[in-house]
């Protein structure tokens, strides 16, 4: 028998398995993250094609883009009490969504769609597989977050800018590069330039920023009461 068969530790990498294995845990995730959002878009579809406003926000924005498809401009000829970025979201997903009449929830249902697959990105960062499936399934079933992601409300698209951030200030925390702190400034600056009411999240981030930072400290102080 050929001893290269019996023991070649390159053999895994040239035959393909090994790079099988390190794709496989991708592979799982990416599954989860498709199933949960499945799951999410599956609860939010009634509130998608329902015939009529079923919040006050819902039936003011459904107004609000009726405005824009006519040529009005935000906060020059349609009101917002939100901010800068939301009815500019909301005209560009309802021009994507066909301009239907259901169209103008396309951001709302597209924001609870990102929130749940953002969470699970998060969770699966600081926890195991099973335990970001149950923080992932616990978002698209959510009836608080459903009824601002399928009714149109600032509040979806805020909170989906919000996990984004705390996500991103994980990676920035790992990777703490330029680009990453760009990435972060503007996640967290389209979360306050949506709803301002979200602004809670930076408290969350600096937490996600400062840790490190902390930790490193007291490690010193240990090591200094020791010497």
């Known amino acids: 028998m050929d001893?290269?068969?019996?023991?070649?530790?390159?053999?895994?990498v040239a035959d393909g398995s090994g790079e099988s294995d390190s794709r496989s845990p991708d592979r799982a995730r990416v599954l989860?993250?498709?199933?949960?959002?499945?799951?999410?878009?599956?609860v939010r579809i009634p509130a998608y094609l329902a015939d009529r406003g079923l919040t006050f926000d819902d039936g003011v924005f459904a107004n609000s883009v009726i405005a824009m498809r006519h040529g009005g401009v935000p906060f020059a000829d349609v009101f917002?009490?939100?901010?800068?970025?939301?009815?500019?979201?909301?005209?560009?997903?309802?021009?994507?969504?066909?301009?239907?009449?259901?169209?103008?929830?396309?951001l709302a249902v597209v924001s609870g769609l990102a929130a749940t697959a953002l969470t699970y990105l998060v969770a699966i960062r600081v926890s195991d597989r099973l335990g970001a499936i149950v923080a992932g399934g616990l978002v698209a079933t959510s009836g608080a977050l459903a009824w601002v992601t399928g009714p149109l409300a600032a509040d979806g698209p805020a909170l989906?800018?919000?996990?984004?951030?705390?996500?991103?200030?994980?990676?920035?925390?790992?990777?703490?590069?330029?680009?990453?702190?760009?990435w972060l400034g503007l996640a967290t600056g389209a979360v306050l330039s949506?709803?301002?009411?979200?602004?809670?999240?930076?408290?969350v981030v600096g937490l996600v920023l400062v840790a490190p930072v902390a930790s490193a400290a007291r490690r010193r102080v240990v090591f200094f009461r020791r010497g």
Do not use: W
């Open 32 to 42: 989860d993250a498709t199933c949960l959002v499945g799951l999410a878009l599956v």
């Open 80 to 106: 917002s009490s939100q901010g800068p970025l939301f009815l500019p979201l909301v005209y560009v997903f309802d021009l994507l969504g066909g301009r239907t009449l259901d169209s103008p929830r396309a």
């Open 3 to 12: 001893e290269s068969l019996t023991h070649n530790p390159g053999r895994t």
């Open 160 to 182: 989906a800018f919000a996990v984004g951030a705390v996500l991103l200030s994980l990676r920035m925390r790992d990777n703490p590069t330029s680009l990453n702190a760009i």
């Open 194 to 203: 949506t709803k301002s009411l979200e602004a809670p999240v930076l408290i």
